[in-house]
């Protein structure tokens, strides 16, 4: 497998062979793309240590979420995870062989069924949420400083925000920019 080039390397290329697209923009979301692998990368090995799949991990979280008694629908929690029906039921199959969720009826409709957070998931969620937050913690100072990662955050937070309620405000100008 060859090695990834670095970011400072991708936007040197884009200043030298493609300078028209050597823009604020165009780094912005190059340094969150290459960001997002980074901690994708990072976080998938601890969540092996932890017998957990990024996807399981992101099911879990998502339940414990959830008021108590912490449950939600095959499809809701899917759609929370952007995950495909059929990504779906594998993560379900682990979770259940591994007593981390189980199902339960729905009283409003016999036809289909709850996912709950067993109380051994909980504690998983939980133990795994913990790691993965100490490790966030341990990436981002060993890039900046506290009042940093508190500007960063309200950055971040107030960008998706706005862009989230520009897609739902026009879900054709979402599209058309895609």
């Not at 994708?40 to 099911?59: D, K, M």
């Not at 007593?99 to 795994?128: C, F, H, I, M």
Request: proline share 6%; aromatic share 4%; hydrophobic share 40%.
């Amino acid at each position: 497998m060859t090695e990834k080039p670095t970011l400072s390397a991708t936007l040197q290329d884009f200043s030298d062979n493609w300078p028209e697209f050597d823009r604020p923009e165009t780094r912005v979301m190059l340094g969150l793309i290459r960001l997002n692998d980074l901690v994708v990368e990072s976080t998938r090995e601890l969540l092996t240590e932890h017998g957990l799949s990024p996807s399981a991990f992101e099911a879990l979280i998502t339940l414990r979420g959830q008021p108590e008694p912490w449950i939600m629908t095959p499809t809701a929690l899917a759609d929370a995870i952007l995950i495909t029906t059929g990504g779906m039921t594998k993560v379900i199959k682990q979770l259940e062989q591994g007593e981390l969720v189980r199902r339960v009826d729905n009283p409003d409709d016999k036809r289909s069924r709850y996912l709950q957070l067993t109380p051994n998931g909980k504690l998983q969620a939980e133990t795994a949420m913990e790691a993965v937050s100490a490790h966030d913690r341990i990436l981002l100072e060993q890039a900046l400083n506290a009042q940093q990662i508190h500007q960063l955050s309200k950055v971040l937070l107030r960008t998706v925000n706005k862009i989230e309620d520009q897609q739902k405000a026009s879900p054709a100008m979402a599209k058309e920019a895609s």
